[in-house]
């Protein structure tokens, strides 16, 4: 399985694998949830606990994003973006950067045949059911809000079961490709342990 897992990654490394959310019809209450997470404004501050933890992730995943988008500011905008809206979601980041680089190969303007757009592939028909149609998919975080949002979503209905969730966020619900490219992106390249540092001692 673990020698099938690297297989997907490698094919996954170079080349995006957009689906596309397929529409469901929301209950009233579920899409005025939906509508509040999307519409509530980025506050001031940080979602790492503190500078340190901040520094450490962002210079991290800065190191492995380098290859893909070179330009050194905007990379660590979008890590720290990506950070602020996987966390505000109750995702792992880590996560997250692997499904982005399965979905869009981290292109800003990509657009999948079904029409599914930016880093993280998100339909355009959520901006009608959500009732925002004047919202930009191609726009960083708003891209990141609606997909972390779609992904929790999706997390939510199928009660924590990760695999289906990402079938449901591909469009490939009972197929395995994409629930295993993606685990497999966050586990081979994106994950992340803390560095452990010494205890400091007082004199």
Request: glycine fraction near 8%; include cysteine; aromatic fraction near 10%.
């Amino acid at each position: 399985m673990h020698r099938l897992i690297a297989a997907l990654y490698l094919l996954c490394a170079s080349a995006a694998y957009a689906g596309a959310q397929k529409y469901e019809p929301l209950a009233a209450s579920a899409q005025a949830a939906l509508h509040k997470a999307v519409s509530d404004s980025r506050p001031p501050g940080s979602s790492f606990r503190n500078p340190i933890d901040a520094a450490d992730w962002l210079g991290e995943m800065s190191r492995r994003l380098e290859k893909r988008i070179p330009n050194r500011e905007y990379r660590i905008d979008l890590l720290r973006s990506v950070h602020y809206e996987a966390t505000r979601a109750g995702l792992d980041p880590q996560l997250v950067l692997g499904l982005m680089q399965v979905e869009s190969g981290f292109r800003k303007y990509a657009v999948s045949s079904a029409g599914a757009r930016g880093y993280m592939q998100v339909m355009p028909f959520w901006l009608k059911l959500l009732g925002r149609p004047e919202d930009s998919l191609f726009d960083l975080r708003t891209n990141l809000r609606y997909g972390c949002t779609i992904l929790r979503h999706y997390l939510d209905i199928e009660k924590g079961d990760l695999y289906r969730a990402l079938g449901r966020y591909n469009g490939s619900l009972g197929k395995p490709e994409y629930p295993n490219m993606v685990r497999a992106a966050w586990q081979n390249q994106w994950a992340y342990d803390k560095p452990t540092r010494p205890a400091e001692t007082g004199r």
